[in-house]
């Protein structure tokens, strides 16, 4: 099977890095999006999102003439689907997006076509996905009718590359491919091989769900330990860090690292997919989730302790991003907890983040923006919520004589 036109359905921080990927192989590649924005600016040649690397390789693909940005899905040989899948209240997965986009491209399916979703999506998605494209082309077979002989093939393939290292990953990464027929996968991995050094693994495609999910929800479970154990040792008056750093001397124990709480878009959604699908059966995984989202009212409350030691403290909260070294603060727990100490001492709470020039919205009014420096010299209490390289380096004089609570170890 040759692939000559490829299509991107969300140019987001996953789609436009892997439609960059195929364009560098000399792939024509179709990028499709909502946000016009985007669009506009990815047929620029720039680029909308921060990851680095990203900004050369589409400059590159776009002015070669390799990638080209639309609002509207046109005919190509595969379409991957890379759009968001928030959860709704109660934690249930969102498959809107995903609805949307195989809608979206229905009506530009042809016989021979592969359509691979990348989205983390509950077990079951890749079906519903089929069942979409299927109403409304009573003229093409899909695998679950057809089977083998399916005009249309379809798989999940998800993506499992760290932010801040996409580009690396995307190449050296295994793929799990899970196809809804062995011919899906094999069509599958055909496309992927295009551009993946690491290994293309066949499965079927609720296996490939579910191994995402499985992913996410290892570390998840595994950070909560981490969590938990940095409780445990506040109550027992024992340095966590050194104590993990004790136990990781154990050839079969390997801890990882507390913090203030589990951000980003993944670790702490996809977890959810999985008890939303089997409540009574997934205990460890949800438990697991309530220890890191109740990590940060525990730091909150930590240092409104520590605040009844002074008439009108300055806090200092230092770092805001969902982790160290990059720019992303979104579902950031640094942010959550500086809007609440901002909130609860108005006028007193200065944020430091080195990675970007502006607060967001939410902490506009509450909190100031601050330099380091400046920071350490007002604060009365510091408050280090990631650990950001800058942060590594403080000078221990400065924080003499000043409240700290270190929720990364980086003093430690
Ligand atoms: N965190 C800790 N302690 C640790 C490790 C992480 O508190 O020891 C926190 C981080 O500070 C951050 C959160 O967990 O707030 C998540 O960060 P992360 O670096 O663990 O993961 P993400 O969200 O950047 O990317 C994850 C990756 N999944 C796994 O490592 C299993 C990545 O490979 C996935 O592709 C990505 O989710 C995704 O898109 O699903």
Redesign the pocket.
């Known amino acids: 099977m040759e692939f000559e036109t490829i299509s991107v359905m969300g140019l987001g921080?996953?789609g436009l890095p892997t439609a960059a990927a195929f364009a560098a192989r000399r792939k024509k590649v179709i990028g499709v999006d909502v946000n016009q924005h985007a669009v506009d600016t990815i047929n620029r040649g720039a680029i909308h999102i921060v990851e680095p690397e990203l900004d050369m390789l589409v400059q590159a693909a776009v002015t070669q003439g390799y990638l080209r940005a639309t609002t509207i899905p046109e005919p190509a040989d595969a379409f991957l689907i890379a759009v968001p899948t928030p959860f709704m209240d109660g934690h249930r997965p969102d498959l809107t997006f995903i609805e949307a986009a195989s809608r979206a491209i229905a009506p530009v399916l042809k016989k021979g076509d592969l359509v691979v979703l990348e989205s983390?999506s509950p077990v079951g998605a890749t079906a519903k996905m089929a069942g979409w494209m299927a109403e409304l082309r009573p003229d093409l077979t899909f695998p679950q009718q057809a089977g083998e002989s399916s005009d249309v093939r379809v798989a999940h393939c998800?993506?499992?590359?760290?932010?801040?290292h996409v580009i690396r990953?995307l190449v050296e990464n295994d793929r799990v491919i899970g196809g809804m027929t062995r011919r899906c996968s094999e069509a599958a991995s055909e496309l992927y091989k295009v551009f993946v050094r690491g290994e293309c693994i066949l499965t079927d495609e609720r296996t490939a769900e579910m191994c995402?999910l499985t992913?996410?929800s290892?570390?998840d479970v595994?950070?909560a330990f981490?969590?938990e154990l940095s409780l445990i040792c506040d109550r027992l008056d024992i340095n966590v860090w050194e104590l993990i750093r004790l136990a990781n001397r154990h050839p079969r124990v390997s801890i990882?690292?507390?913090?203030?709480?589990?951000?980003?878009?993944?670790?702490?959604v996809?977890p959810w997919f999985i008890v939303d699908s089997a409540p009574d059966e997934a205990r460890l995984i949800r438990t697991a989730r309530t220890v890191?989202d109740d990590k940060p009212h525990w730091v909150i409350e930590r240092v409104e302790r520590a605040a009844t030691r002074f008439k009108a403290p300055v806090i200092a909260c230092l770092g805001l991003a969902?982790?160290?070294n990059i720019d992303d603060l979104r579902e950031?727990?640094a942010v959550e907890i500086a809007r609440e100490l901002g909130e609860r001492f108005p006028g007193q709470v200065v944020a430091v983040e080195p990675n970007v020039n502006c607060l967001p919205e939410q902490l506009q009014g509450h909190v100031e923006l601050g330099r380091l420096q400046d920071a350490l010299t007002r604060a009365d209490i510091v408050v280090i919520l990631?650990d950001h390289a800058p942060f590594k380096s403080i000078d221990p004089i400065r924080l003499q004589a000043k409240v700290v609570i270190d929720t990364?170890g980086v003093l430690a």
Do not use: M, W
């Not at 998800?158 to 801040?164: C, H, I, Q, S, T």
């Open positions: 921080y996953i983390t998800p993506e499992r590359v760290l932010p801040g990953e995402k992913e996410n290892f570390r595994n950070i981490a969590n990882l690292q507390p913090g203030p709480g589990v951000g980003g878009h993944c670790i702490a996809d890191n969902f982790k160290a950031s727990p990631v990364r």
